[in-house]
């Protein structure tokens, strides 16, 4: 679970949203919706702007020009603040920095600054309340100096890139003033900063101070360094051995008692950081956890307490080392439906395990509840099974709470996350619910988005799985207690399985039912546009608000209009109004790629019949240093590559054409090298591995005939396979390390994609049997019943493509026909209308790369993509293998 996208949930009940767009009411946690310093007339010779969550004041000259002398990159300084003093500190860096010119930025409403510092915000941003532009280093000391003399000492969260002056709130680091971009190793596009040499490097903000290696320290900030490099943890009787996890509140480390030689896992609270919904920071919830844990003391369900000391200002609760893998770790070595034809004994032998453990979490829930104490975060991760697989230990009780005040619940897993009307126990009863589904099938995230899900859910687990019905019907009715679409009281434990609702929530069609859905989620994407947003048309993954996200194939506008086409829609001739003004000029900072920037924008317009606009951003993206870019399709030259040849064959373009053989050979150059020298942490797959370039080889080859491209592609292709390992089940998946992907983007099914191409091309050739036997394996990665994601790129959808594609076997009729039907068990309604949600599960998305858009591209290219053609549709330079499988079309009478 990716923490980063809770906070994209507090603002929408139905899609990812940026925090800023988060109606806070007057008086939550501390103030009115702005700051009163916020809402100060703009002094005469400045200017201001609002960006993401920030408010910028900068001084004009009578131009409106920002006034000369400002440099791009430098020593910036920092004022951390909390919630309560925020206003106060705002006021006062105004009131200094105005009258000298000095410009600054600052959050300007409480409910943003709270975000800022909430437990899983990022921790790059943490504390970072206001921030100030000196001129020049002299400038620096100044500034701090004048400004500690009225804010120093003053409370906020410790600004964890940053070097602190003195006692705080002040901090400061070297970086980037201007908005200057380059990419990163990777190939994506990063802030920037200027090296001695002139050359863009990024501006890298890791959660520890350092400075970039050109740059010397002032001679003022020395002391203060030094007195940071002071503070360990050495005389602690602790050996800390290994981090476990960081969080925006503190890490969690694993360590020794050098006493007794006890293993032990300490926990650390950072002050007015990590806050929770109800405003108590990682110190406040670290002492609910110490309190919880001395009041369970010897029940054996919960860790014992050990120790509570400080070091500096940071807080440290010392636990027994329980021994146990968390619940969900069993789940990809055990599950029986992550195999293609799973067998009835390990079905069988699977359920007495989960209702086993599922007993048993009962008993420690019960037990907890016995001694006055909700949980109040149950879920998968915070359980621990027993290396005897008989018991339990509940872990993780930051937010546990006295039954007595019957609270609501402030922190929770997406999966788990009570409704508001329940309170006190009856929030672990509804986690204990959660968690009889979540053991079969582990998408209960869903239900953050429609509770009446669950009847289909257990719809689902029931066809598959031997589990006694009261088990199932128990969890649905509390789950859905007191939502009955039928406007009825659901009587908790007694719902009847036959009294279920049938079929998918709010009576969308089934994906199968095509072309039915194919209308259906046409509807859902046009009834979630946003033509009068600057920022994004269709809602989709949080990747769609970082700079270009709105725009590109992947998360934006592009990606959804080149779907809508490519399954025969009507022209929604608003939305590429939208895309053609907001690239009207490309926005700064834009990527370049073809799945996240300038080349797929240019591609999708091409598409959509926009030749001239497509040619003009292409004249921007060349304008640009392309040729850094990293190799992948997603958001490198490969990508850009095909794009290129693309545009050029298709306008008789030369030029462009010889650009995209220019990119070859720097791919060919690249391959070479890495082939002499292998990068250890390299990633394979269709979107970022070398995939991509063996697609651009292979549509060169198509283009020119010239073998030596026939041969790279071979080439890149096994280098991927490399990446590749054996699965128990047989299947062939990318080992990234410390998991494997199946899937079309980032995993082996997107490498069998252009393995198909490839082997067309070889006829059966002596030489090729290992890509021939690789190709069958993924194959069978293909067919996994279980996918924990719908999406094109990393889910289902993206088996759905592949198996409507491939040339591997000579009928896929009946395993695509599965993958479709199971694609329902994702499937949500949208104003009444079929849709999927994004990564993550958390809210519905209408991207390609991630949501709705991508699972009506997948069902096109399967079942038939136009209204008055069965030709079926495509993903870009990857076209149709094989006809439509119109055997699966079906019609539905309503």
Not at 12 to 31: Q, V, W
Not at 84 to 89: H, L, N, S, V, Y
Request: aromatic letters at 8%; glycine letters at 10%.
């Amino acid at each position: 679970m990716e923490k980063r996208y809770e906070v994209y949930c507090l603002a929408d009940r139905h899609f990812y949203e940026i925090p800023e767009r988060l109606s806070a009411p007057a008086g939550a946690h501390g103030g009115s919706v702005l700051f009163e310093t916020a809402r100060r007339p703009v002094p005469e010779g400045w200017k201001s702007s609002r960006s993401g969550d920030w408010l910028s004041l900068t001084p004009v000259d009578a131009t409106g020009a920002p006034r000369p002398g400002q440099p791009p990159q430098g020593w910036k300084i920092h004022v951390s603040a909390t919630v309560e003093t925020a206003d106060r500190t705002a006021a006062a860096v105004w009131d200094y920095c105005v009258p000298r010119a000095v410009p600054f930025k600052f959050v300007p409403a409480p409910h943003q600054l709270h975000l800022r510092n909430s437990k899983y915000a990022a921790r790059d941003g943490s504390g970072k309340f206001v921030t100030i532009y000196p001129a020049d280093e002299d400038g620096l000391h100044t500034v701090l100096t004048d400004l500690h003399a009225v804010l120093g000492g003053g409370p906020g969260p410790y600004i964890l890139t940053d070097l602190r002056w003195h006692e705080g709130p002040l901090y400061v680091r070297y970086g980037a003033f201007a908005r200057r971009y380059c990419a990163d190793a990777r190939g994506a596009l990063v802030p920037a900063v200027e090296d001695p040499t002139g050359t863009l490097v990024p501006d890298l903000r890791n959660p520890a101070f350092q400075t970039p290696e050109w740059v010397t320290l002032p001679a003022f900030l020395e002391p203060h360094l030094a007195a940071r490099n002071a503070t360990t943890v050495g005389e602690l009787p602790y050996r800390i051995e290994k981090a476990l996890h960081f969080s925006n509140g503190g890490g969690v480390y694993r360590g020794t008692d050098s006493r007794d030689g006890g293993a032990v896992v300490l926990k650390e609270g950072r002050p007015h950081a990590g806050l929770a919904a109800d405003g108590a920071d990682a110190i406040a919830r670290l002492k609910r956890e110490k309190d919880a844990l001395e009041k369970l003391a010897g029940l054996g369900v919960a860790p014992g307490v050990r120790d509570w000391f400080s070091v500096g200002d940071h807080r440290f609760l010392v636990m027994d080392f329980v021994e146990g893998r968390p619940l969900n770790s069993f789940f990809a070595e055990r599950h029986p439906l992550l195999t293609a034809d799973p067998d009835p004994g390990a079905l069988a032998g699977y359920t007495a395990w989960a209702l086993r453990i599922h007993r048993a979490v009962e008993e420690a829930v019960e037990a907890v509840h016995a001694r006055g104490v909700v949980f109040n975060d149950l879920h998968m991760f915070n359980i621990l099974v027993a290396p005897d697989e008989q018991s339990v230990t509940l872990i993780d009780f930051e937010a546990a709470a006295p039954a007595s005040e019957r609270g609501r619940q402030i922190v929770a897993h997406p999966g788990f996350v009570a409704p508001p009307d329940r309170t006190g126990t009856d929030v672990d009863r509804y986690a204990l619910a959660c968690l009889r589904l979540a053991l079969f099938l582990p998408v209960t995230t869903l239900l953050a988005i429609d509770r009446a899900k669950a009847a289909h859910l257990a719809d689902v687990i029931a066809a598959y799985f031997p589990v006694p019905g009261e088990f199932l019907d128990e969890a649905v009715a509390e789950i859905t207690r007191g939502t009955d679409r039928r406007g009825e009281p659901a009587d908790r434990g007694a719902r009847a399985a036959a009294s279920r609702p049938r079929g998918l929530p709010g009576g969308v069609p089934e994906p199968a039912d095509w072309p039915r859905s194919r209308d259906s989620m046409v509807r859902a994407l046009l009834a979630s546009a946003t033509p009068g947003r600057d920022d994004r048309l269709f809602p989709g993954d949080i990747a769609q608000f970082t700079d270009g996200g709105g725009l590109g194939l992947a998360h934006g506008a592009a990606g959804v209009l080149y779907a809508l086409a490519e399954t025969g829609a009507e022209p929604y001739e608003e939305g590429e109004k939208w895309l053609l003004e907001r690239t009207d000029p490309v926005p700064p900072g834009t990527p370049l790629g073809l799945y996240d920037g300038l080349a797929g924008i240019a591609y999708g317009l091409h598409r959509l019949g926009h030749t001239r606009r497509a040619l003009d951003i292409t004249g921007s993206l060349l304008a640009e240093k392309w040729q850094r870019l990293a190799p992948g399709l997603h958001g490198g030259l490969a990508g850009v590559g095909l794009v290129l040849d693309h545009l050029g064959d298709a306008t008789g373009d030369r030029a462009l054409h010889e650009r995209a053989v220019e990119a070859a050979q720097v791919l060919a150059d690249r391959l070479a090298a890495d082939r002499a020298a292998p990068t250890a942490h390299r990633r394979a797959g269709l979107m970022h591995g070398a995939t991509g370039p063996a697609l651009l080889f292979l549509r060169l080859y198509e283009r020119t005939g010239a073998p030596d491209l026939l041969d790279l592609a071979g080439t890149a292709l096994r280098a991927d396979l490399e990446r590749c390992v054996r699965t128990p089940a047989g299947s062939l998946d990318v080992d990234e390390g410390w998991r494997t992907m199946p899937y079309l983007g980032d995993g082996s099914v997107g490498i069998g994609a252009v393995l198909d191409d490839y082997l067309a091309h070889r006829g059966g050739a002596a030489g090729d049997e290992d890509l021939a036997e690789a190709r069958e394996a993924i194959l069978l990665t293909a067919r996994s019943r279980f996918y924990a994601q719908p999406g094109l790129l990393q889910g289902r959808a993206g088996m759905i493509w592949h198996l409507s594609r491939t040339t591997a076997a000579d009928d896929t009729g009946a395993w695509t026909a599965d993958q479709i039907a199971a694609l329902s068990w994702h499937a949500m309604p949208y104003q009444g209308h079929l849709a999927f949600p994004g990564h993550q599960m958390m809210r519905l998305s209408m991207d390609l790369a991630t949501g709705t858009a991508g699972c009506l591209l997948a069902l096109g290219a399967a079942l038939g993509g136009g209204r008055s053609s069965e030709r079926p549709a495509q993903l870009p330079f990857l076209p149709p293998l094989r006809a439509p499988q119109s055997r699966f079309h079906r019609v539905v009478e309503p």
